[in-house]
């Protein structure tokens, strides 16, 4: 699945975080390389690692890693290394 729209007409309950990690991707990789990554959700352009998760979601899975990022929904303005999911809505 890699299409948001997709996975609300095929299935019926999605859960938030799925979605939030299908749109993420589908946003990126139109114009980044786009990886799974071992520690976080996604590596960016072989470089920036990723963690997709909502407003309270903290830096655990990554705080060892360098040039990474919260990538949260339900989050108006980033801050520091948190930024908020919908602005990835503009580079498709």
């Known amino acids: 699945m890699?299409?948001?729209n997709l996975l609300y007409a095929y299935c019926e309950k999605s859960e938030l975080g799925t979605v939030r990690e299908i749109f993420f991707p589908n946003q990126v990789a139109a114009e980044y390389p786009l990886r799974i990554?071992?520690?976080g959700d996604f590596v960016v352009s072989k470089k920036y690692t990723v963690e997709v998760?909502?407003?309270g979601k903290g830096f655990r899975q990554i705080k060892n890693?360098?040039?990474s990022y919260v990538v949260a929904d339900d989050v108006t303005i980033?801050?520091?290394r948190k930024i908020p999911l919908w602005l990835f809505g503009f580079l498709y």
């Open 2 to 4: 890699n299409n948001t």
């Open 37 to 39: 990554s071992r520690e």
């Open 53 to 55: 998760g909502g407003k």
């Open 65 to 67: 890693m360098p040039e």
């Open 78 to 80: 980033g801050s520091n």
